[in-house]
Nanobody
Framework: QVQLVESGGGLVQAGGSLRLSCAAS????????MGWYRQPPGKQRELVVS???????TYADSAKGRFTISRDNAKNTVYLQMNSLKPEDTAVYYC?????????WGQGTQVSVSS
């Protein structure tokens, strides 16, 4: 059974930084495509960044230059470093992994950025 657990969210002032973590069990993240998504209040869930098994990344325009995805294979954990945060980054952030087993989501972690 695949389980993803996000952590690291919180309240931060504009211009600040946060690092989100997504720890996985039941699946090896480095062998699959995974992504960070977010759902702002009242809006649909959107892709922030994805990373493939070979390390290829795709960033949303809103994340380019400010967010960085990384992977610790030994810990089976993926991180999202978020710098220069803006109020419009306020959202629930979810990690997702896609594999032959299907698509799995974490429970989400709230990120709130005050102006």
């Amino acid at each position: 059974q695949v389980q993803l657990v996000e952590s690291g969210g919180g309240l931060v002032q504009a211009g600040g930084s946060l690092r989100l973590s997504c720890a996985a069990s039941g699946i090896i993240l480095s062998r699959n495509t995974m992504g960070w998504y977010r759902q702002p209040p009242g809006k649909q869930r959107e892709l922030v960044v994805s990373i493939t098994s070979v390390g290829g990344t795709t960033y949303a325009d809103s994340a380019k230059g400010r967010f960085t995805i990384s992977r610790d294979n030994a810990k089976n954990t993926v991180y999202l470093q978020m710098n220069s945060l803006k109020p419009e980054d306020t959202a629930v952030y979810y990690c997702n992994v896609r594999s032959v087993l299907g698509s799995s989501w974490g429970q989400g972690t709230q990120v709130s950025v005050s102006s």
